[in-house]
C-alpha cells in the first residue's frame, strides 16, 4: 500500500548501524541548533533531521528522482555536491540544499505538533507501539559515530515519521474530525484505480524515426496474432512470454546480420512494459538478458500476478493510455495505438482487469481485500493538498530562530564519507 506521509525508520537505523564516520567534529556546541516558536532543538537533533533529510535526498531519491549517489557512484562527469539546487527560488550546492530541506523539515513538524494540539489529536495506540519496537531494536549509542545520540534520533523519528501521518489519518479517516464519506472514497477508487496487463512496442524504426507502412504492417500483424493467441487460451503470461520470446529471436537475427561496423540497424527499437516499468531498447544491441525471466523459479502467486500493473490515474502516468483502457469493460482485450509519455507513437495489447478481482489470499488464506488496502492511499490522493495548505499556513506563523554557528558547523558530506568513504 502506498502511503507516502509514513515512512518507516527502519532502513535509516540498519544502514545507520553499519557506518563508522568520523565524528561530526564541531557539532557537540552550542546546544541549540534552531528554535521554533519556542521549541528548541539541539544541535544533535538538528543532525538527526540533517540526516533524515540526507537519506531522502541522497540515498533515497526524493520524489521518485533517481538517488543522488549513483551519479556519484557511476557518472564521471557529474559533480553532485558541487552542481546547483533550487529551492524556493534559491539556488544551493548540495550541501546548501539538505540544509534548506532540513530547516522546513522541523519548521514543519513544529506546526504538525501545533496542530495536534489544537485539534486534541494524539498517536494511536499502533503507531505508538510500532515506534516503540522500532526504537526498542536500536543499539546503544548506534549513531554516536554520525554526531548524535539514540535520543535524538527518537525524537526525529517520532516527528517526522508518525506525527504527520498520524494527524492526518485522524482527520480524514473513520471517524475522524473530516471523516470522508466511504461513499466518496469508493467512487474515487471506481473513476480513478486501473489495473491491467500490457506488452507493447513502439511504431518508429531503430534510427527512432517513423516506420514505413510495410513495417508498421507487420507489427500490427504480429499483434493481431498475440490477441489471437490470447483468444484462444486467455492466458496473457503466455502471450508475454510469445512476445519476449518473439523479441529475443528478432534481436538475434539482427545481431547475426550486423557487420561489427557502424552499418545502420535494420530492426526496430522496442519498449517493453512489464511490472509498470518501461524499458527501451534497441534491437540489434539487445541481449538474451534484457527481457528474460526465470518463470521457472517465480511463485505460483507471483506467476499469476508478476506482470500486473496497478495505478491511481489521478497521479502521473500516461494519461493517452489511460483514457483507452478507461474506455474498455473489464476482462476486455484489445489492441491500442497511443502516444506514450516521450511522445513516440506506440502500439500495445492490453488486457483491462477488475482491480478488486484475482487478488488471491492473504497470509490467513482469506480473499485480499484490495479495495480496503488502498483506502488510505486514496484518503491521502484526496485530502493531501488540503492538508498540506493548512500545515504551510501554520508554518508561516511560527518564529524560527536558526543558530548560524551550529549549522554551520554541521556538514551533510559527513555522512556521504559514512557510506561511502572520501571521495
Known sequence: ???????????????????????????????????????????????AYLYNTFYQVYMQGSGGATPLYYYEMYSTDTDVWGQEYTHKEKKYDLAGYI?????????????????????????????????????????NDAFIDLGFNNESYARMAEECNYNESGLFYTLYGK?????????????????????????????????GKDMTDDEKKAVKEAFEGYLAMYEKDKDFDAVLHKFEADEKAQSESAS???????????????????????????????TADDHDHDHEEETETEEAHNHRVDVDSSNEGNDNLEKLIKEMAFNEVKILEYEDDNKTPTIALVLRMNPEADRGNDEDGNPVDYYAEQVEAILYSMKFEEFNKQIEEKMATLKVEVNDKAVKACDPYEFRKAFFGEQ
Not at 266 to 273: E, F, H, I, L
Open 256 to 286: 547475426n546480420q550486423t557487420a561489427p561496423t557502424d552499418s545502420a540497424p535494420t530492426t526496430a527499437a522496442t519498449t517493453t512494459t512489464v511490472n509498470n516499468t518501461t524499458t527501451e531498447s534497441d534491437a540489434t544491441t539487445t
Open 175 to 207: 471517524g475522524g474530525q473530516r471523516e470522508v464519506p466511504e461513499t466518496d472514497v469508493r467512487k474515487y477508487f471506481d473513476d480513478n484505480y486501473l489495473s491491467y496487463m500490457i506488452i507493447s512496442d513502439s511504431l518508429l524504426n531503430a534510427e
Open 1 to 47: 500500500m502506498r502511503n507516502i506521509l509514513k515512512r518507516s525508520v527502519t532502513v535509516l537505523l540498519a544502514l545507520a548501524v553499519l557506518c563508522s564516520a568520523l565524528l561530526m567534529t564541531g557539532c557537540s556546541t552550542p546546544k541549540v541548533a534552531i528554535t521554533v516558536d519556542g521549541d528548541d532543538y539541539t544541535t544533535g537533533e538538528y543532525l
Open 99 to 139: 540544509k534548506a530541506l532540513t530547516e522546513e523539515s522541523v519548521v514543519r513538524q513544529v506546526a504538525v505538533k501545533r496542530m495536534m494540539a489544537e485539534l486534541g489529536v494524539s498517536l494511536n495506540e499502533e503507531d505508538k507501539k510500532a515506534l516503540a519496537e522500532e526504537l526498542a531494536a536500536m543499539e
